[in-house]
C-alpha cells in the first residue's frame, strides 16, 4: 500500500504577510533580475512574489531540513521564474557562487543566534552586485526601544525558548551591514508591528 503523502509545510503568517510584503517588493524592485531568499521555509511566500514578479528569477533556499516540503510545495505547479531550492546555512561556505541582483529574507534574523546574522550580511555583501537590494522582513526594535508592547512580549518569549534568539536591532543591524558594502535606505512598516528593512550595496 502506498504511503500518504505528508501535508505541505504551511504558515499563517506567511500566508498573512505575503501581500504587503509583495506591496513593498513592487515598489522598491525593477522590472526584473536575479533574487536569492534566504530561509524559504514552507513556500508561500517565493510562489506568491513569483507569480506576482514575473520578471524576476527567484532562487529559493533553506537549511537542509526545510528543503524535503519546500521541494514539495514547488513541485506541485510549473513556475518558470523559479529555480531549483539550494541548501543554504548561512554561517557555512556554500553560499551561490552567482551575483544577484537582491535578497530577501523573513522571519530570520529574530531566530538565528547573533553570529549567525552577521554571517548572512557578510554573505549577502558578497552576492550582492553593485546598487542590489537587500530586504529583510520582521520585527525589530531601535537601540532597545521596542515600538509595540507586543514585540517586547515576543522578545522575552523568544529568550525564553532559546537565549540566542531575539528580536534584531535596526541600529545594530545598519552598523554591520555598513562592514559589507550595505547601506541601509529605508525601512517600511508593517501590519502585526514588522517592518522590511532596505539596504542597497553601494560600495
Known amino acids: 500500500m502506498k504511503a500518504p503523502a505528508r501535508p505541505l509545510p504551511y504558515s499563517a503568517a506567511a500566508e498573512r504577510n505575503r501581500e504587503p510584503i509583495l506591496q513593498v517588493l513592487q515598489e522598491i524592485l525593477p522590472a526584473a533580475g536575479r533574487i536569492l531568499e534566504i530561509g524559504s521555509g514552507s513556500g508561500q511566500h517565493v510562489e506568491h512574489f513569483a507569480r506576482a514578479l514575473p520578471g524576476w528569477i527567484w532562487q529559493p533556499s533553506d537549511l537542509p531540513e526545510a528543503l524535503p516540503g519546500l521541494k514539495a510545495r514547488l513541485a506541485l505547479e510549473v513556475h518558470a521564474n523559479i529555480l531549483p531550492p539550494l541548501?543554504?546555512?548561512?554561517?557555512?561556505?556554500?553560499?551561490?557562487?552567482t551575483t544577484f541582483d537582491a535578497v530577501f529574507s523573513a522571519n530570520t534574523a529574530h531566530i538565528m543566534p547573533w553570529t549567525a546574522v552577521l554571517a548572512m550580511?557578510?554573505?549577502i555583501g558578497r552576492i550582492l552586485g553593485p546598487g542590489g537590494l537587500f530586504a529583510l522582513y520582521g520585527p525589530f526594535h531601535d537601540g532597545g526601544q521596542h515600538d509595540a508592547p507586543s514585540n517586547i512580549e515576543f522578545d522575552a518569549w523568544l529568550k525564553a525558548r532559546a537565549p540566542q534568539m531575539g528580536v534584531r536591532d535596526a541600529v545594530a543591524l545598519a552598523a554591520e551591514a555598513r562592514c559589507h558594502g550595505l547601506d541601509k535606505t529605508g525601512q517600511?512598516?508593517?501590519?502585526?508591528?514588522?517592518?522590511i528593512l532596505i539596504f542597497q550595496k553601494t560600495h
Open 87 to 97: 541548501t543554504l546555512d548561512v554561517t557555512k561556505d556554500d553560499w551561490p557562487k
Open 121 to 123: 550580511l557578510a554573505g
Open 188 to 195: 517600511w512598516a508593517m501590519p502585526a508591528n514588522n517592518r
